[in-house]
């Protein structure tokens, strides 16, 4: 953590590119996520990130679920972007259980990205309201 405060948005997207992460705004209308007790999560006018850290891409939804729709209702996908770009369409559900919300794959990226323990990743993690970008960009 360098610096007292925030970082520049435009050198944390150059420091973000250096380290190979590409981070990408969808223009999601509408998020639905099929669970496997038949209660889909349905996120109408939610934030959709995508971020493709060395070729493994991660997808991360900010908003509260509008409803819950029961199964056959939909159809489709796991989950669907509409208005997104085609890998949308690939966002699963996971709940390992994790403290927060925040998904094992977000703690090990940013481990392995900012060089720190799980327990460090996963308290930037939470610090940074569950975005990996900010969390490594805090951790360097």
Do not use: C, H, W
Request: no cysteine; charged share 30%.
């Amino acid at each position: 953590m360098f610096g007292g405060g925030g970082m520049n948005p435009r050198k944390m997207k150059q420091m973000m590119k250096q380290m190979g992460i590409d981070v990408e705004e969808l223009d999601a209308e509408r998020v639905v996520i099929e669970t496997a007790d038949g209660d889909d999560l349905v996120f109408d006018g939610a934030q959709v990130t995508k971020m493709d850290a060395q070729g493994q891409e991660t997808y991360q939804i900010v908003g509260s679920p509008d409803s819950v729709a029961d199964a056959g209702a939909g159809g489709g996908s796991a989950a669907a972007v509409k208005g997104g770009d085609a890998d949308a369409a690939a966002i699963e559900a996971e709940d390992d259980g994790e403290d927060e919300g925040i998904p094992e794959e977000d703690v090990k990226l940013v481990a392995q990205q900012a060089g720190v323990s799980k327990e460090d990743a996963r308290e930037a993690l939470e610090a940074a309201n569950g975005e990996p970008a900010r969390a490594i960009s805090e951790l360097q």
